[in-house]
């Protein structure tokens, strides 16, 4: 990982890991159909209303902030996508799973519905689009599939959500409702009682995203 020179305009686009996966798999499943742009170095807070030299420096601290070159583990960048709102939105969007932690029991279920708040003047909806999930282990589930979106891409990534390739384990599955199991191999916990990772959820249309802690806690045989 380094830093771009930002006293020139430079595009440094590379594919995340899944998109090298897709593209290694060479059966056509690589397609590049979308795009995001996202502000995650960005520190508002330095912009300077009240800069001595006039309005034309007022964003100089920001213009001057290093931009991190592209690196390719998707749940670490990207994390501030932009979106478009309607004229006049006086609240972003924000993301209701229900839980703020989720611990489970080996082969304990749960099923997540989220929930948009403050998206397009309504108090809570579902996006048409769905949401995306993504859990840093999928080890640590033996059942992990979104259910409510039926296109072709949805389908084919809840279809290999468990499956992990080399040392990428992280999956990423789409849906409006996600089912989640947890894992009944005990070799993953070792000498430990309890596992660790996290959910990523992110509403396809609104941008808006949260993360929270997963916990899976080994049973004890009397």
Partial sequence: ??????????????????GRELLAANDGSFRITQFSLADDEIDYTLYNPTHPSGSAFYGEAIDGMP??????????IMKFQLATLPRGTAKLPVLNLGYSAITLQQGATVAITPQTLNYLGNDQVFETSGYSMTIADVRLVSTFEGTGINTTAATAANATATQTIGTNV????????????????NTLFGSNSTLLSTLSVVGLDSGARITVPITITKNTQS
């Fill in 67 to 76: 931009l991190l070159e592209a690196f390719p583990e998707e749940s670490q």
């Fill in 170 to 185: 992280s999956s990423t599955i789409t849906g409006t409702q996600f089912n989640l199991r947890a894992t009944t191999v």
């Fill in 1 to 18: 990982m380094g830093y771009l020179n930002n006293s020139v305009i430079t595009i440094d686009a590379i594919l995340t890991t899944k």
